[in-house]
């Protein structure tokens, strides 16, 4: 089942273009993407927790932020929202970032690409999501169109499969995360470190996010779980884009609740079922984790789930 969901979403991902998406509803609002000095001026650094000797982790930026130290700067997983670039960048004592990894388009993770662009550093990310930051889109939910970033703000190196460098003594490797979350979710692990950031494709403590409108959708979301289980070990400290840093068996909790959440809404859409069949069902309540918003959740993997229908059955009735 998963190799033929995967076969099939890689070649749909090997299609996907800005155009074919259209558009967004992405796992929170959307600030203003710009840069303001004036507003984020003065603010203290964010903060911090060290993860391992070369690896901190920063909080509320207002997601985690990753950052491996090296003699030549930074490499930093995410760069905050626009209005707490600063604030990340004071977290970092000021020193500068030499790359920068973005796990996928969303604001609150690419705010601060304008900023430490402008300042030199290489800006990683899946092809895909160069796309959503350089192209305006609309927000349907909200109906409004988000502006494109300015260039500076734009990665400058993407990939569409995986890839690796070496930072002084850090391997890091980097890899897609097909339609876990986004269309162009990666996570980044600094081998060495044994530190795994993993972006919005784990959600320990805010509802799974499913982006569908930017192809994100259960299916995705439980082949990308099964690739970072597999990642991982034991020891290793893995780094979402919200909440604490979980444990390998902590993401095997997840993703256990990912397969049941998709065996139980693609039979209900096979039969044509809606988001509000599926809650009047009690499909959530089969799982231990509390939703703060059920209909939404089910809203959202039910757009996917038809988005993606041919996956799991192709003869809705
Ligand atoms: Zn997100």
Redesign the pocket.
Known sequence: MTTHRRSFLQSIAALASVSALGGLE???QLPSRQISGSTSAGKPGLPTEKLADRVTLITGAPGNVVALSSDDGFVLVDSGSSSLARSVRKSLAGAKVRTLFNT?Y?A??TGGNELFGRQGAEIHAHEITRQWLATDYYVPAEDRWVKALPKAAWPTKTFRDKGEMKVGEESIEYGYLLEA??RGDIYVFFRDSNVLAV??VASPSRDP?L?WYAGGWLGGRVDALEDLIALANDQTKIVP?FGPVMTRAQLKVESEMMHHLYDRTTELTDHGRSAQDMLDAGVLNEVKRKFDDPLRFLYDVCKGNWAHYTNFGGNIV
């Open positions: 992405g796992c929170e996928h969303h609150e993770q979350h986004t972006g919005d996010a982006d884009a």
